[in-house]
């Protein structure tokens, strides 16, 4: 018997368009069999929206629930409520009596020390003053980076005679001893290693608890660009969905030279979670002056860090073709963004449907490199963010030139540009809690202005119904999560519920837009 619901009496955006709205649609069984107008079916049985705005449900397209996942004890050290060192020392000192058990680490996540009012990083004399006797790591808000304390070093091993891994940086003081900064990924897991893991229970619990988070939101889809943050995350993400998890989820492992992935069958890239591709890293993060660039940062003879070696990015690659999944490559710096289109754009794309390659940020993007990605044989994707520039202006600030402002994050410029283009949040790798929020990157797309009033580009602004397209139509055209994006017959009946219109409030009170329902596939995952 089919289960079929009609919902009225609603502004809703279907996604087929900027000013494509309608009044009602049905849903059946899970899935959207009819949208309209509401005078339509005035005399069927209906569940009555009372004039709200409904969205399709939203996809966040880049973020982290493995590293949450995996990362579930570490206490917020984001900001506005961590603003200096100081107040690390305090969040991690009143965090460290609920640590229990004998063998855990004092963890945290999420500072930003461009915001501190000297402007450094801490070091594990700082973090000493957390604890002396049991190891206290916390991780920047880029999750590139992190700082350590003394006992996190013994227990790694690191010293004076440590070599810095290839790509990565053990910052050291004036004697050349090592001072707890961690610069890059590989440097971070020559301390984060010896983290005990949370066990298998705890990790699906949370991976559970965080679905109902994205719920909260709004957001019924994700990828995780960089699930290997958890041993098997494949197994986790599909033991959560016994457990309750809702939210469609695709599955990007790091490519580890290393550790070579093994091959996918078909059943691993289907279903609610799935294997969707792999992801490289290219390069750092401007917010700490490490993304790779072609001129020097301000001020410097730095050029930031290149992370991977063609031949391992090309290897990855080949992986992603063989085993027909995406190419997903973290380049924010442009020499990292012509290297990805160097390497790539003369290949035959391997992929129907969806881009092969995905980069991923994509910071400083000029009018010829669009019409370079354009050009090429290769079919590229882009996901990006407003949330970045609106949250960690101040290492923007700082790291780039005057001339490459109006580069930076051109939103408008890649709309009119790329079609298969998202909005998403980086979730925790960026310098704000909640940096999830959809209603936070659309405000910051519209308005182009930082977390401290500043403008910051304003000619790439976007209006609200386009930014929308960007977590919902256009970023379904980013990866293979499959039916989520649209509401229209065919797609999956998953939509939220605004408690306030969008598209009508003030552009400065955007952000403070909630949702008060979420449905996915049909159920109500969600009410505030």
């Not at 940062?297 to 990855?316: F, I, K, M, N």
Request: charged share 25%; hydrophobic share 45%.
């Amino acid at each position: 018997m089919t289960n079929t619901q009609l919902f009225t009496n609603a502004k809703v955006f279907t996604g087929a368009s900027e000013s494509a709205f309608a009044s009602a649609f049905r849903v059946a069984d899970g899935v959207v069999d009819w949208v309209g107008d509401a005078a339509e079916v005035a005399d069927e049985s209906s569940i009555d929206l009372g004039g709200r705005t409904v969205v399709p449900g939203l996809i966040d397209s880049h973020t982290h629930p493995a590293l949450m996942a995996g990362t579930a004890a570490a206490v917020e050290c984001f900001p506005p409520a961590v603003m200096s060192v100081d107040d690390l020392v305090t969040v991690l000192t009143g965090h460290a009596p609920h640590v229990v058990a004998p063998d855990a680490w004092i963890l945290g996540r999420g500072f930003d020390d461009t915001k501190f009012p000297d402007g450094r990083m801490p070091t594990a004399k700082d973090l000493d003053l957390v604890s002396t006797e049991r190891p206290v790591l916390v991780w920047r808000c880029d999750a590139h980076s992190a700082v350590c304390n003394s006992k996190a070093l013994e227990i790694a091993g690191i010293t004076a005679e440590t070599p810095d891994p290839e790509g990565a940086r053990f910052e050291r003081d004036e004697n050349g001893q090592p001072n707890g900064v961690l610069t890059e990924i590989a440097a971070v897991a020559a301390v984060t290693a010896f983290i005990p893991a949370p066990t298998r229970d705890e990790q699906i619990d949370a991976v559970v608890v965080l679905g109902e988070e994205f719920a909260s939101r709004g957001i019924v889809a994700v990828c995780d660009l960089l699930s290997t943050r958890l041993s098997d995350p494949l197994e986790v993400f599909r033991a959560a969905v016994e457990r309750g998890l809702r939210t469609s989820v695709a599955l990007y492992p790091g490519w580890n030279p290393a550790h070579p992935l093994a091959e996918l069958t078909d059943g691993d890239k289907a279903g609610q979670v799935r294997i969707a591709g792999v992801k490289v890293i290219l390069d750092g993060a401007y917010s700490n002056r490490t993304a790779w660039v072609h001129e020097p940062y301000p001020q410097s003879c730095d050029h930031g860090l290149r992370v991977v070696e063609d031949e391992d990015a090309l290897a990855a690659g080949e992986w992603a073709r063989r085993n027909g999944v995406q190419l997903a490559v973290h380049a924010m710096g442009d020499r990292a963004l012509d290297r990805v289109v160097d390497l790539f754009g003369d290949m035959q794309p391997w992929l129907d449907g969806i881009p092969s390659v995905r980069i991923e940020h994509a910071t400083i993007v000029t009018d010829d490199y669009v019409h370079r990605l354009n050009e090429a044989r290769m079919h590229f994707g882009i996901a990006t963010h407003t949330v970045f520039f609106f949250a960690e202006y101040d290492g923007y600030e700082k790291a780039l030139r005057a001339e490459q402002v109006p580069d930076a994050y051109p939103i408008a410029r890649l709309y009119d540009g790329v079609e298969a283009l998202s909005l998403s949040s980086d979730r925790p790798a960026t310098a704000w809690s909640g940096a999830d929020d959809v209603m936070l990157s659309i405000e910051a797309a519209v308005r182009r202005r930082t977390y401290n009033g500043i403008d910051f580009g304003p000619e790439a602004a976007i209006t609200v119904a386009q930014a929308m397209l960007l977590y919902t139509a256009r970023a379904r055209l980013v990866s293979p999560l499959e039916n989520v994006g649209m509401l229209q017959p065919g797609f999956d009946g998953s939509f939220a519920v605004l408690e306030r219109d969008v598209f009508t409030v003030p552009t400065d009170e955007i952000a403070s837009v909630r949702v008060a329902e979420t449905w996915i596939r049909g159920e109500q995952a969600f009410v505030r």
